[in-house]
């Protein structure tokens, strides 16, 4: 089987219990919660059997144990995981307000994850792997950009797949830099995992089809469109699958989109049909918003099948 890799960030969530505006009053707390995109992503992989690996670093810390500990548990090889003493394992606050939309206080610069550098054991990983999962947000930080872009290079040259999530936020758009690197790693792209207006970030087309095809043309084999409680849709030359959204209660959205894009590229990597590829993607996005706590989602294939199996029903 086809091992994966991904580069990024390691931190633990911390949830506000309460609804409102951000952090400027004392409030009830609930976490911390193992977090940061690549590995709620890798956690979701490695939960369905598909070997992975990350490449991250952690200070030796509770923050950083909780990490460790939950994703060996789930088969998430942590070898180039880097133990930092005395540094502070990252982490986010996120406060949820009525309409939805979130705010956060973020600790990840300054944290040990943002001196991410080269290790022999990430030298390893990126020369024994077979497949790369790029992070948008990881090509805005000058040194993790550098190294995830040098990753992508050797994945291909060696003859192995990338799969891209832009995954940017509105605070990194303008980061220097970063509009070049995005365009380079779509390059090398074989599947395409944007949410929403996302699609349109390389090709502003008028329709969805048109910018898909666009972006197939350049040589993506795959791409596949998050549309949140819209469910989701999958592109491939001459096929477009729509998958409605399963009908779940919405307790915590972080978490969702990679979720999804692990068990979509597990089952891509075992070349199953697109069909079924969408059906448990979006049943695994579906799944991951019904708990609180960003990697408290992740499924297993039983309980995948046990979601899907309800909802025929
Ligand atoms: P994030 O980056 O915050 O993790 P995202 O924008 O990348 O999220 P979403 O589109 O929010 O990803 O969610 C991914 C997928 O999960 C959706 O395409 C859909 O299949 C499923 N999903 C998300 N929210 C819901 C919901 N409320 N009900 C049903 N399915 C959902
Ligand atoms: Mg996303």
């Known amino acids: 089987m086809r091992k994966v890799l991904t580069i990024g960030e390691v931190l633990v969530e911390i949830v506000a219990t309460t609804k ?13 919660f193992p977090s940061g995109a690549p590995a709620i992503f890798l956690d979701q992989l490695g939960k369905l059997g598909t070997p ?8 030796d810390d509770d923050f950083g144990h909780v990490n460790l500990t939950r994703l060996r548990a789930d088969g998430v090889d942590v070898s180039g995981v880097e133990i930092a003493p005395g540094e502070s394992t990252g982490s986010a606050f996120v406060r949820y307000r009525e309409d939805g939309s979130r705010s956060f206080v973020y600790n990840i610069r300054h944290s040990a994850c943002g001196n991410l550098k080269p290790t022999d054991a990430s030298e390893a990983l990126i020369e024994s792997c ?3 999962h790029v992070m948008g947000t990881a090509l805005s930080a000058p040194g993790l950009g550098e190294m995830v872009m040098d990753a992508a290079r050797r994945m291909k040259a060696r003859g192995g797949t990338i799969s891209f999530d832009p995954n940017l936020r509105p605070e990194i ?16 792209t074989d599947l395409f995992m944007p949410s929403g207006d996302e699609l349109f970030l390389f090709e502003p087309s008028r329709s969805e089809t048109d910018a898909a095809e666009a972006l197939l043309s350049r040589g993506i084999r795959t791409i596949v469109l998050k549309r949140g409680a819209g469910g989701a849709s999958l592109f ?5 699958i729509d998958a409605t959204p399963l009908t779940v209660e919405e307790l915590d959205p972080t978490g969702a989109g990679d979720s999804f894009g692990g068990a979509f590229l597990s ?17 695994a996005g579906a799944r991951a918003v019904t708990r609180i706590g960003p990697m408290e989602g992740t499924s297993t294939r039983a309980e995948l099948d046990a979601l899907l199996t309800l909802q025929k029903g």
């Not at 409102?20 to 911390?32: D, V």
């Not at 303008?174 to 365009?183: A, C, I, K, M, T």
């Open 20 to 32: 409102g505006n951000g952090f400027i009053e004392a409030q009830p707390l609930i976490g911390p």
């Open 236 to 240: 491939e030359d001459g096929l477009r």
């Open 267 to 283: 089952f891509w990597l075992a070349d199953a049909k697109p069909e079924l590829a969408l059906r448990y993607a979006n049943a």
């Open 52 to 59: 992975c690996a990350i490449i991250s670093r952690v200070g």
């Open 130 to 132: 077979d497949h790369l």
């Open 173 to 188: 758009l303008n980061s220097p830099g970063l509009r070049e690197r995005l365009e380079a790693v779509l390059a090398m």
